[in-house]
């Protein structure tokens, strides 16, 4: 196996390189979401030179403006595109004609499931539709959904029929679904284009960073523990007993961003779906150490507790301001940094036995992935990253 899909690289070797731009590029990639957790990897290990394929010329696409924390993107050529518009899209992206391969990576999150499953599907066939004709020499297409495609939606009532082993051909669930329809719609578009291959990717809770990402886990609690340090309170946990004492896991965006990559250049990963995770569980008891060790902070004596973080949290946006300020950092909106909801829904969680987390890298690792991470390690190198880009003090 080739070494760098043993995971020599990624968290470990995370760096910038700078220089010119090259001349002549292997492939081109397209990565749609850039400003989200696995897409801000993808951008940032696909303009390393040691990262297979060649050297990657880099088209990134977000909603909104370019942010000021990616700066370290020299080499990404960012276009800002409403994908929602299908004449914007059109616009924006069919012109892409050098594209070889697609990394979808978007996610949006409305306040229903019935509108995200919409809008998601929306977004993807007016991506695929722009990009597919267009580009003579496409190859393949990577998806990223992620772990609760085996589980019901949130918003159904409907019985698990299966219990939740997290295997990649487990039975979908009879419900409606964002991911089943994103996969779907990719499965259906690729038949526009012959020897047109794709993958699919579904990591678990992701560790990594972005502002932007309205599942940054990483990034609200490095937020939530510089509140509660300005304050002078302790670091609360404000999960469940579950949460607290149950096996979890996560993975490590550039971990994500490495399986992607591979299955868009090896025969074996594609067609195929694969889970991704970093390959061990962890506590989340022992992972509140790490982070008030981090920032310095005493932590209490764990109590269940029915009020949230997002509650904890409603009337803080003065108080992350006056912090900014103080601290010289980069200027953000409390409402995009802390995703307290989706915090309270990770710490909140059921979990499932250790037994059935393992089994997440089975069909990664017999197909010939072999990336890995340890979470602990993961977890202290994304606080060191919100902090690297001023986004903490």
């Given at each position: 196996?080739?070494?760098?899909?043993?995971?020599?690289?990624?968290?470990?070797?995370?760096?910038?390189?700078?220089?010119?731009?090259?001349?002549?590029?292997?492939?081109?990639?397209?990565?749609?979401?850039?400003?989200?957790?696995?897409?801000?990897?993808?951008?940032?290990?696909?303009?390393?030179?040691?990262?297979?394929?060649?050297?990657?010329?880099?088209?990134?696409?977000?909603?909104?403006?370019?942010?000021?924390?990616?700066?370290?993107?020299?080499?990404?050529?960012?276009?800002?595109?409403?994908?929602?518009?299908?004449?914007?899209?059109?616009?924006?992206?069919?012109?892409?004609?050098?594209?070889?391969?697609?990394?979808?990576?978007?996610?949006?999150?409305?306040?229903?499931?019935?509108?995200?499953?919409?809008?998601n599907g929306r977004m993807?066939?007016?991506?695929?539709?722009?990009?597919?004709?267009?580009?003579?020499?496409?190859?393949?297409?990577?998806?990223?959904?992620g772990q609760k495609y085996?589980?019901?939606?949130?918003?159904?009532?409907?019985?698990?029929?299966?219990?939740?082993?997290?295997?990649?051909?487990?039975?979908?669930?009879?419900?409606?679904?964002?991911?089943?329809?994103?996969?779907?719609?990719?499965?259906?578009?690729?038949?526009?284009?012959?020897?047109?291959?794709?993958?699919?990717?579904?990591?678990?809770?992701?560790?990594?960073?972005?502002?932007?990402?309205?599942?940054?886990?990483?990034?609200?609690?490095?937020?939530?523990?510089?509140?509660?340090?300005?304050?002078?309170?302790?670091?609360?946990?404000?999960?469940?007993?579950?949460?607290?004492?149950?096996?979890?896991?996560?993975?490590?965006?550039?971990?994500?961003?490495?399986?992607?990559?591979?299955?868009?250049?090896?025969?074996?990963?594609?067609?195929?779906?694969?889970?991704?995770?970093?390959?061990?569980?962890?506590?989340?008891?022992?992972?509140?150490?790490?982070?008030?060790?981090?920032?310095?902070?005493?932590?209490?004596?764990?109590?269940?507790?029915?009020?949230?973080?997002?509650?904890?949290?409603?009337?803080?946006?003065?108080?992350?301001?006056?912090?900014?300020?103080?601290?010289?950092?980069?200027?953000?909106?409390?409402?995009?940094?802390?995703?307290?909801?989706?915090?309270?829904?990770?710490?909140?969680?059921?979990?499932?036995?250790?037994?059935?987390?393992?089994?997440?890298?089975?069909?990664?690792?017999?197909?010939?992935?072999?990336?890995?991470?340890?979470?602990?390690?993961?977890?202290?190198?994304?606080?060191?990253?919100?902090?690297?880009?001023?986004?903490?003090?």
């Amino acid at each position: 196996m080739n070494w760098w899909w043993l995971g020599a690289i990624g968290s470990a070797l995370h760096r910038i390189e700078s220089g010119d731009i090259p001349s002549k590029y292997h492939n081109v990639a397209l990565v749609v979401g850039v400003t989200g957790i696995s897409g801000n990897s993808l951008a940032d290990i696909l303009q390393l030179s040691s990262t297979p394929g060649g050297r990657w010329k880099v088209y990134g696409v977000g909603r909104r403006r370019q942010p000021e924390w990616q700066f370290h993107h020299n080499h990404v050529q960012y276009i800002q595109c409403d994908m929602v518009d299908p004449e914007a899209t059109q616009a924006k992206l069919s012109h892409l004609s050098d594209v070889t391969h697609v990394f979808y990576v978007g996610w949006v999150t409305k306040s229903t499931e019935e509108e995200t499953y919409e809008e998601n599907g929306r977004m993807l066939r007016n991506v695929l539709n722009a990009v597919i004709p267009n580009a003579p020499n496409l190859q393949h297409i990577c998806l990223q959904t992620g772990q609760k495609y085996a589980l019901p939606s949130l918003d159904s009532t409907a019985e698990i029929q299966n219990e939740p082993q997290f295997v990649e051909e487990l039975p979908r669930e009879d419900t409606t679904d964002s991911y089943y329809a994103m996969e779907d719609i990719l499965a259906e578009e690729v038949q526009a284009k012959e020897n047109l291959t794709w993958s699919v990717h579904r990591p678990a809770v992701m560790h990594g960073f972005s502002p932007y990402s309205t599942r940054n886990i990483i990034g609200s609690l490095c937020v939530y523990a510089t509140i509660c340090k300005h304050e002078g309170q302790h670091l609360k946990f404000p999960g469940n007993q579950a949460g607290w004492d149950g096996y979890s896991e996560a993975a490590d965006a550039d971990l994500v961003a490495e399986q992607q990559i591979w299955a868009s250049l090896h025969h074996q990963g594609k067609r195929q779906a694969f889970n991704c995770s970093n390959g061990d569980v962890f506590k989340w008891k022992d992972l509140w150490k790490i982070l008030a060790d981090e920032f310095e902070l005493e932590t209490v004596k764990f109590e269940e507790d029915s009020i949230t973080l997002e509650e904890m949290m409603r009337e803080k946006g003065p108080v992350w301001d006056q912090i900014v300020q103080e601290k010289d950092l980069l200027p953000t909106r409390f409402d995009e940094v802390g995703t307290w909801w989706y915090v309270d829904s990770v710490l909140r969680c059921q979990t499932v036995s250790d037994d059935y987390i393992n089994r997440g890298m089975e069909k990664s690792r017999k197909f010939g992935f072999g990336g890995s991470r340890n979470t602990a390690d993961s977890f202290r190198f994304w606080i060191y990253m919100t902090r690297k880009y001023k986004i903490i003090p």
